[in-house]
């Protein structure tokens, strides 16, 4: 069994999380109330979260994927299992929600964006004509 760890992260938007998210090709799921996530041999964990992917949309040996709202911080942390976290599903999901972030406030300033990714590298390009 997998075990689970909270990963400290700086996921203040719940828009741009969920965005990152379906960018990457999650459809993940949000829940009024914290529920608890299910690992990959379908058991239920202690573990709980507000916006999970479910496991059967990240892999076929993958645990649900977990964003705890944290009250006091303001910020969601993710609950990411060592086996997902060792395929570098948290790393992927922290380089989109940086990438959506960005696009997104270069988009409401005006600026066109264009962003790569080559060789696990961003490339971010932004225009505006003044």
Do not use: H, W
């Not at 992260?9 to 969920?18: A, D, G, H, R, V």
């Not at 790393?91 to 972030?101: C, E, F, G, N, P």
């Amino acid at each position: 069994m997998s075990a689970y760890k909270t990963i400290n992260c700086s996921f203040k938007s719940k828009e741009t999380l969920i965005e990152c998210l379906k960018t990457l090709g999650y459809t993940p799921v949000v829940y009024k109330e914290k529920t608890k996530l299910v690992g990959y041999l379908g058991d239920e964990r202690e573990e709980s979260a507000e916006i999970i992917v479910p496991r059967a949309i990240v892999s076929n040996l993958s645990n649900d994927i977990g964003f705890a709202y944290d009250e006091e911080n303001k910020e969601y942390a993710m609950i990411c299992s060592d086996y997902d976290q060792n395929i570098g599903v948290a790393d992927k999901i922290r380089q989109s929600y940086a990438v959506t972030a960005i696009k997104t406030a270069l988009s409401k300033n005006k600026f066109s964006v264009k962003s790569e990714i080559k060789d696990k590298v961003v490339t971010i390009t932004a225009g505006k004509i003044i």
